[in-house]
């Protein structure tokens, strides 16, 4: 069985750009979530989505949204990147609203320059 | 203060050796507990899932939860040079979220 997938591994973007990451969840898991980490330190919660509705939001400007669609896959948007951006971006998958554990894909490495 | 304090290390340790990690938190609301490994520039990966005070012990790996004294641990026997990366100590507060707030993790090296 296939994991979580993110995608891209690797991407670099300008100041001010925008930027998608997308993330495929584990099969038969509909709770998807987002995390930033920043080198030498533990992820920090973004957001999460369960059935396509938006039920956790971290403390993280308005530049950064997300969505979740009916299969379940997940895109994470961020606008006006800014250098303090660049971090490893990280998506988790679990069956349901904090029943079962939380599975981590490979993540997103953002460097903004 | 963090919700959850881990000390950062690193920590060498020779093969062979009992490795003991730990986290200290101040929220009571936790309820749920979890130990992932980091390889560098890799994806967390799930090592160990408790709830509530107890042992739960997986193969070469123990994770303790003590919630009396708001403290986990994680034990490592027979350490393996492969076990070396950063473990992270993520925590949840009930079951109708999914946010895992995370210590900093603490870098292990295992030396042959």
């Known amino acids: 069985d296939a994991g979580v997938t993110q995608s891209p591994t690797h991407l670099i973007k300008t100041r001010g750009q925008h930027v998608t990451l997308r993330c495929s969840p584990i099969?038969?898991?509909?709770?998807v979530s987002w995390y930033q980490q920043v080198l030498g330190q533990g992820p920090q919660f973004i957001f999460q989505?369960?059935?396509?509705?938006?039920?956790g939001r971290g403390n993280f400007p308005d530049r950064f949204s997300a969505r979740q669609f009916p299969n379940y896959s997940s895109e994470l948007n961020v606008n006006a990147l800014l250098l303090g951006d660049s971090a490893l971006y990280l998506c988790a998958s679990s069956l349901g609203q904090g029943i079962t554990e939380a599975f981590f894909g490979q993540g997103t490495r953002l460097t903004v320059v | 203060q963090k919700e959850v304090e881990q000390d950062p290390g690193p920590l060498s340790v020779p093969e062979g050796a009992i490795v003991s990690l730990n986290c200290t938190y101040s929220n009571s609301a936790f309820q749920y507990f979890m130990w992932y490994r980091q390889y560098s520039r890799k994806g967390p990966e799930l090592l160990m899932y408790?709830?509530?005070?107890g042992n739960k012990e997986d193969g070469r790996f123990t994770a303790q939860v003590d919630k009396s004294s708001k403290y986990i641990s994680l034990f490592i026997r027979d350490s393996q040079p492969s076990d070396s990366a950063t473990y992270l100590c993520a925590m949840r507060r009930s079951y109708n979220t999914d946010k895992l707030i995370f210590g900093t993790g603490t870098r292990l090296q295992v030396f042959p």
């Open positions: 408790t709830y509530s005070s």
């Open positions: 989505y369960y059935e396509k509705e938006e039920r």
């Open positions: 099969s038969g898991h509909k709770s």
